[in-house]
């Protein structure tokens, strides 16, 4: 993999976790069991955020970061 391969990489995974509440999801997700399903109103439970906020976040988290 080139230098350049892996700033751009290092480059979409900051900004896919710059965000305070998508740091917390992607923690919640990592402390599922791998076989338990999630779905936003589990996360939003989770979270002080709107439902609407937690969907925008995770979108954005999940296409930037592959979760």
Do not use: F, W, Y
């Not at 700033?7 to 919640?28: M, T």
């Amino acid at each position: 993999m080139s230098a350049e391969t892996c700033r751009k990489g290092l480059a979409e995974l900051s900004k896919g976790i710059a965000h305070p509440a998508r740091v917390e999801i992607v923690r919640i997700l990592a402390n599922r069991p791998t076989d338990a399903k999630c779905v936003c109103g589990d996360i939003v439970d989770a979270l002080p955020l709107a439902q609407s906020t937690v969907e925008g976040v995770h979108q954005d988290t999940e296409s930037v970061s592959r979760i």
